[in-house]
């Protein structure tokens, strides 16, 4: 089994700024993935992590607004930029080992 | 793109009672299906993973049914208690280990 952990839990932001949300995973992974899930719906894939290489976004997320790293094979960081009220929501990491691990996620909004 | 409906969204039971959650999905080309459970600020929680190759899968009172041809899931509980309460969500998984999400049942099961 796996733990993963992220910080912060929650955070109120103003309109404008950004916010950045980490990710540790208590085993090496190969592959991280970010979530998004907005108020009363369903998660959302925003992007792939892959260690030593460039995150893959999924259609309607771009790099210059949610930027990833993946320094190692344990950790990485979501930035959510230029925050807008629209993306309050919370935001998910998970990763594959025997099945499927998610981190309790981080509620951020956005006034 | 894969859809993945949960009906009902919302179902509230009294104690004991014997009761089905349905997934469907419109891809039938997937590799997994996996049911999980998420209570606010801890994540989610994997419950059952059927494989593709798979008809169902049991865990305790829990049992999950896949049907590849006609696109749906069951997810039986039995004997359902109040520490049950939570939102249940299924997810298929491609080859490419991503994930596709129903919008969730909320349960609440009464005292």
């Known amino acids: 089994s796996a733990v993963i952990s992220q910080k912060p839990s929650r955070d109120i932001c103003q309109r404008g700024t950004s916010l950045t949300i980490q990710c540790q995973v208590d085993s090496q992974v190969t592959m991280m993935f970010w979530y998004r899930q907005q108020p009363g719906q369903s998660l959302t894939l925003i992007a792939t992590?892959?260690?030593?290489?460039?995150?893959?976004?999924e259609s309607g997320f771009v790099i210059d607004k949610f930027p990833i790293s993946r320094p190692n094979l344990t950790f990485s960081t979501l930035t959510v930029s230029n925050m807008s009220p629209e993306d309050s929501s919370i935001y998910l990491c998970?990763?594959?080992?025997?099945?499927?691990?998610f981190g309790p996620g981080t509620r951020l909004t956005v006034l | 793109k894969q859809e993945v409906t949960q009906i009902p969204a919302a179902l509230s039971v009294p104690e004991g009672e014997n009761l089905v959650l349905n997934c469907s999905f419109t891809d039938s080309a997937i590799y997994n299906l996996q049911w999980f459970r998420q209570d606010p600020g801890k994540g989610l929680t994997s419950l059952l993973l059927i494989q593709s190759s798979q008809r169902e899968q049991t865990s305790g009172r829990l049992n999950a049914s896949l049907d590849k041809s006609s696109g749906r899931s069951t997810l039986y509980i039995a004997a359902s208690q109040p520490g049950d309460s939570a939102t249940y969500l299924c997810a298929t998984k491609n080859n490419f280990n991503k994930f596709y999400f129903g919008s969730g049942t909320k349960l609440n099961v009464k005292p």
């Open positions: 998970s990763a594959n080992l025997d099945t499927q691990y």
């Open positions: 992590a892959n260690q030593g290489s460039e995150a893959t976004y």
